[in-house]
């Protein structure tokens, strides 16, 4: 939101701010939901009262990959599309340690424990420990859940 507080007050309303995101449905199945919002009431203090909101179902055009923020302009306004959202939170990724991020890059890229362990210059048993927490944390049993469901939820 700091793109629209930085806004001069007369092109709050010439601005589309669209993000998508994964929601799981009443079956059970994550969709990917694209969130389109054009402001319509705002003070002068820039606090927002009233958007109008569209959400649509984009699960067939893009199934996996991280969220994208744009701010679209309206009437001659320049658009910003897929805008670097650095507090971007995803849960199970931020239950994982700074090393288990690692870690879970590697086996993502296939990599095996002994690999691992001799890349980072540590024990192949606390590569297996890293292991087993990981996949606990990310719910799941095994390495190739693992990694689709790093790769679905954005974490790597």
């Known amino acids: 939101m700091t793109f629209l ?56 055009i893009k199934k996996s990959g991280t969220p994208c923020l744009s701010f679209i302009g309206l009437e001659e306004e320049p658009s910003y599309i897929n805008v670097e959202t650095p507090n971007t939170i995803t849960t199970a990724q931020n239950n994982f340690t700074p090393r288990e991020r690692t870690i879970l890059k590697m086996i993502v890229e296939g990599k095996s424990s002994e690999k691992i362990a001799t890349e980072l210059f540590i024990s192949l048993h606390t590569v297996n420990t890293h292991r087993k927490n990981i996949l606990f944390k990310a719910a799941v049993r095994t390495p190739l859940d693992l990694t689709r469901k790093a790769l679905n939820e954005g974490w790597v």
């Open 5 to 60: 507080r930085n806004l001069p007050y007369e092109k709050l309303g010439k601005y589309k701010i669209q993000y998508d995101f994964r929601i799981k449905n009443a079956d059970g199945e994550y969709v990917r939901i694209l969130h389109q919002a054009i402001l319509i009431h705002y003070d002068e203090y820039k606090n927002f009262y009233r958007s109008l909101a569209l959400h649509t179902n984009i699960s067939h």
